[in-house]
T-cell receptor
Framework: SQQGEEDPQALSIQEGENATMNCSYK?????LQWYRQNSGRGLVHLIL?????REKHSGRLRVTLDTSKKSSSLLITASRAADTASYFC??????????FGKGTMLLVSP | DSGVTQTPKHLITATGQRVTLRCSPR?????VYWYQQSLDQGLQFLIQ???????AKGNILERFSAQQFPDLHSELNLSSLELGDSALYFC????????????FGPGTRLTVL
């Protein structure tokens, strides 16, 4: 069963706009990670945030984590057509295994 | 390029058959993970090996088995294949135990006819 649930399932924006994706989870976690997948290809790690962190930045990416609400958000600023992909959150609770959500499909139109 | 390689890229086979998927982790990575991705189930964790030993099990069917060899490459064996086993199978690796990022291979697309 999926631990993380991304919202929305699909998002369509114009280049230059910001994209925000949310992830909710059910049980306590040690860390939460975001991955990106271009159609039918392998996942690429974007960012990891630990349970004692509230916000993290990497380039145009900003991730927040609210453990009291069991939720996280991924913000991509100034989106580009090349950002078109599916984005997954993954939660880690024990050892190093991850549980992935079903993802948000992002379409950025030129 | 993540440094993780998987072969073959595509595999087409018939129901009841057995196939082997191969994964080579990034140089130096001791942990290997196998995932199955399908439209209806999403990305499901199957099994993890660390330095040759099974470390964690997820939603892996009894018809499926895996192993990690002394050179750290891993193989996922799928037997008595069913139509529902058609999916993308990913291998990922990471450096050690703990909460690190995982590096994914390009995947093997399995089609069972």
């Amino acid at each position: 069963s999926q631990q993380g649930e991304e919202d929305p399932q699909a998002l369509s924006i114009q280049e230059g706009e910001n994209a925000t994706m949310n992830c909710s989870y059910k049980t306590s976690i040690n860390n939460l990670q975001w991955y990106r997948q271009n159609s039918g290809r392998g996942l690429v790690h974007l960012i990891l945030i630990r349970s004692n962190e509230r916000e993290k930045h990497s380039g145009r990416l900003r991730v927040t984590l609210d453990t009291s609400k069991k939720s996280s958000s991924l913000l991509i600023t100034a989106s580009r057509a090349a950002d078109t992909a599916s984005y997954f959150c993954a939660t880690g609770a024990g050892y190093s295994t991850l549980t992935f959500g079903k993802g948000t499909m992002l379409l950025v139109s030129p | 390029d993540s440094g993780v390689t998987q072969t073959p890229k595509h595999l087409i086979t018939a129901t009841g058959q057995r196939v082997t998927l191969r994964c080579s982790p990034r140089s130096g990575d001791l942990s290997v993970y196998w995932y199955q991705q399908s439209l209806d189930q999403g990305l499901q964790f199957l099994i993890q090996y660390y330095n040759g030993e099974e470390r964690a099990k997820g939603n892996i069917l009894e018809r499926f088995s895996a192993q990690q060899f002394p050179d750290l490459h891993s193989e996922l064996n799928l037997s008595s294949l069913e139509l529902g086993d058609s999916a993308l199978y990913f291998c990922a690796s990471s450096g050690n135990l703990g909460y690190n990022e995982q590096f994914f291979g390009p995947g093997t697309r399995l089609t069972v006819l």
